[in-house]
């Protein structure tokens, strides 16, 4: 393989918040060996968003000089789910749910990776095995388990903690054995899984994978980091306009970190664009995180609506019952992500109906026309009996 050492540099330090072991992975890609890089996708949820892109573009640096990216689709582990940064139990997932949801999550990373050239493997085909499990079990310790803080505050609170949630890290690093993995990817907050994968590599007498973490984007919010659980995100399928008019509603002080974790845009340049005013930086983010034909139609209909304080033709119409309250209609369609986020919007002042604010969630619909949720999405309700 041909050595790029700008691409080098690039994979080690541009949106990279750790490496274990730095010093060990830039001689690997100096080596101009093709390195097996794994990362792992538990769907259990259909919806990616900017925040699960920052691990996609790290691969696709990867991918774009010759190594080979192995996902492992964690069929068997998303039917437990991930622990990491969760205070209670996920709900486990039926095969069918789990299928359901890799399609169109693999449909949405495509849009950043090349999934053709990635290897797909299902971890179900070795974790399915009473023997495995055995084994695996007689590898972990509850010390060991018990480093998560989220465990920890189950424990105080008097929450469950079951076996199964315990042994996720065992299974996430087997995976690492089973593919021997050169590299793992993975965002900041699954270090301990990423780990495991070492410790159960050493343990079966294979070389120890390095580990590549990623940082978490901060939401929307500037605050927390992007989630879907806290309705601060940009999902990866928004419309253009969605995603234009989230973009241009950033805290200013996001710019710098989403030029770094969501754009290719060198940093130098970044930085020019943020000296200047924040606005037009804003417009260039748009168009490096959407592509230039959707990001200029956005634009359109950005400035057309903010700007000139128009409404915006053909909006979609969504069909409401006469006599529902508008949190329940928010709710049901899923413009809103949740009744308690659909409240907090309409008692907090977000929501409009024919120009006119809605001051109560429990408020009922009671005739067809235009609604304007938060500062940038319009629709049409069409109201029937």
């Known amino acids: 393989m041909k050595i790029n050492e700008g691409k080098i540099k690039e994979i080690l330090e541009r949106g990279v918040s750790g490496i274990i072991e730095k010093s060990h992975l830039e001689r690997a890609l100096r080596s101009g060996k093709k390195l097996r890089v794994k990362f792992g996708i538990d769907p259990t949820s259909p919806d990616l968003h900017l925040g699960h892109a920052v ?50 999550y693999l449909s949405l990373a495509g849009k950043i990776i090349n999934i053709k050239n990635a290897k797909m493997l299902c971890n179900s085909k070795w974790l399915a095995n009473t023997d495995t499990l055995l084994r695996l079990a007689s590898i972990g310790s509850i010390q ?19 076996i199964l949630e315990a ?44 580990i590549l973490m990623t940082p978490l984007l901060t939401g929307t919010d500037g605050v927390r980091k992007m989630s879907k659980s806290f309705s601060n995100y940009i999902a990866l399928n928004d419309a253009p306009q969605d995603m234009f008019g989230k973009i241009m509603s950033l805290p200013d002080n996001l710019l710098e970190q989403y030029f770094l974790l969501s ?25 490096e995180i959407h592509s230039e034909m959707a990001a200029k139609k956005a634009k359109e209909y950005f400035e057309k609506t903010f ?60 005739e067809s026309g235009t609604v304007k949720i938060g500062k940038y999405k319009f629709i049409k309700i069409d109201v029937r009996a």
């Open 167 to 210: 042994m996720y890290p065992l299974f996430q690093g087997y995976d690492s054995v089973k593919i021997g993995a050169d590299v793992e990817v993975g965002g900041a907050d699954q270090e301990l899984n990423l780990l495991a994968g070492r410790k159960l590599q050493k343990y079966f007498g294979q070389k120890e994978q390095d």
């Open 144 to 162: 060991y388990v018990m480093k998560r803080d989220e465990f920890r505050t189950r424990q105080v609170g008097g929450q469950e903690i079951t």
């Open 55 to 104: 691990p996609f573009r790290k691969l696709k640096q990867f991918q774009e000089v010759g190594h080979e990216i192995i996902f492992i689709i964690g069929d068997f582990t998303a039917r437990i789910g991930d622990p990491s940064g969760r205070e209670s139990a996920r709900k486990p997932l039926t095969p069918k749910e789990v299928k359901s949801n890799l399609k169109k």
């Open 307 to 366: 700007s000139k304080k128009e409404i915006p033709e053909n909006l979609r119409i969504y069909r409401a019952k006469v006599n529902e309250e508008w949190a329940d209609f928010l709710t049901r369609e899923k413009l809103i992500s949740s009744h308690s986020e659909a409240k907090r919007l309409i008692e907090g002042g977000g929501l409009d109906f024919n120009g006119k604010k809605i001051a109560r969630a429990g408020e009922q619909i009671s």
């Open 263 to 287: 754009t290719d845009v060198p940093m130098e340049e970044a930085k020019k664009l943020l000296g200047r005013k924040p606005f037009e930086a804003k417009k260039v983010l748009a168009y």
